[in-house]
Every structure is written in structure tokens, then in C-alpha cells.
């Protein structure tokens, strides 16, 4: 019975079930992120590895294991914790300040209400004042700004903004 079966067609076959059953995990357990993917509201990206790093370098692990106790060597303050929580923060502005600037677009605002509500979308984000990617910030703000082309803001009046909403 089974030498009649070619392994072409055993690819083709384990393929096609292998594509069924993707597509009903992922419409099943991920259809709101394929949703934002495929409308283009949202770019995949890379989830940073987080690298276990010891928590000091004159502890005695080996104690630790001779106890019995966990072994964890993450620290909470760890600098590749702090990089991860300011890419998400940075991730969540963007999407924040893309849904803001289209909603302000398509009501009209005027530029007194718009430059508030910025203000209010940027004190919710006090950590990514000083922050290296604020260059980056601006410049999505500038570009979303002009893609609607009702508003539109220099570099100075973003940097007062952020200077006024903290």
C-alpha cells in the first residue's frame, strides 16, 4: 500500500497539512496582531534576546546550588532589561502617537488642541525625555504630521513640547 504513494506526494501532502495547521493556529490564537500586520498598521519586529547575565561577580553561585536555591542571574536592573522596557516604551509611543495624530486629522483639530493633546501623549512618556532615540521621535511626529497634512511642527515647537509636557 505504501510503495503506491510517490514522496513527492507525500511533500505535497505534509505540506499542505502543515499550512492548515499554521493557518488555524494563527487565526485562532494570533488573529489580532495578523490583523495589524496585514493592514499595515503595524511592522513585525524583532524581539530582542534577553541575555542572562550574572547579578555580581563576587557571589558565590556555587553556595547557591549547594543550597538547593534558584538559580536566576537576571538582575531586575539589568541593562538589557532597562534596553527591552525602553524599545517597548519607544514601540508604544509610536503606535500611541500614530493613532493620535490620525484621530486629530481626521476631527480637525486646531493647532492649539493638537499641540495639547501631543502633550498629553508625551507626559505619559516621561522616561523617553532624555532618551538617545527622542532624534527619532521627532522626526515620526514631523513625518505623520505632514502624511495628514493638517498640522504641521517644526523641531523647536517638539522640543517645547516635550519640555512643557514634563
Known amino acids: 500500500m505504501f510503495t503506491n504513494i510517490s514522496w513527492a506526494n507525500y511533500l505535497v ?3 499542505l497539512l502543515l499550512a492548515a495547521y499554521y493557518l488555524i493556529i ?3 490564537f494570533y488573529s489580532r496582531e495578523l490583523q495589524h500586520l496585514l493592514s499595515g498598521k503595524r511592522k513585525p519586529a524583532m524581539r530582542p534576546v534577553q541575555v542572562k547575565a550574572p547579578e555580581a561577580l563576587n557571589h558565590d553561585h556555587s ?3 549547594l543550597d538547593g536555591g534558584p538559580e ?12 527591552d ?4 516604551e519607544i514601540e508604544q509611543l509610536a503606535d500611541h502617537l ?8 481626521s476631527k480637525r483639530y486646531g493647532k492649539e488642541e493638537f499641540i495639547l493633546l ?13 532618551a538617545p532615540f527622542r532624534s527619532a521621535i521627532h522626526e515620526l511626529i514631523i513625518s505623520e504630521c505632514e502624511k495628514y497634512g493638517s498640522i504641521t511642527l517644526s ?3 517638539i522640543v517645547l513640547l516635550w519640555n512643557e509636557a514634563v
Request: hydrophobic fraction near 45%; glycine fraction near 2%; charged fraction near 30%.
Open 13 to 15: 501532502v505534509v505540506t
Open 26 to 28: 494563527g487565526t485562532r
Open 63 to 65: 553556595a547557591a546550588f
Open 72 to 83: 536566576d542571574f537576571v538582575s531586575e536592573d539589568s541593562p538589557v532589561q532597562a534596553a
Open 85 to 88: 522596557n525602553t524599545l517597548q
Open 98 to 105: 500614530k493613532e493620535v495624530l490620525a484621530e486629530a486629522a
Open 118 to 130: 501631543l502633550q498629553a501623549v508625551l507626559k505619559k512618556y516621561p522616561a523617553l525625555k532624555d
Open 155 to 157: 523641531e523647536e515647537e
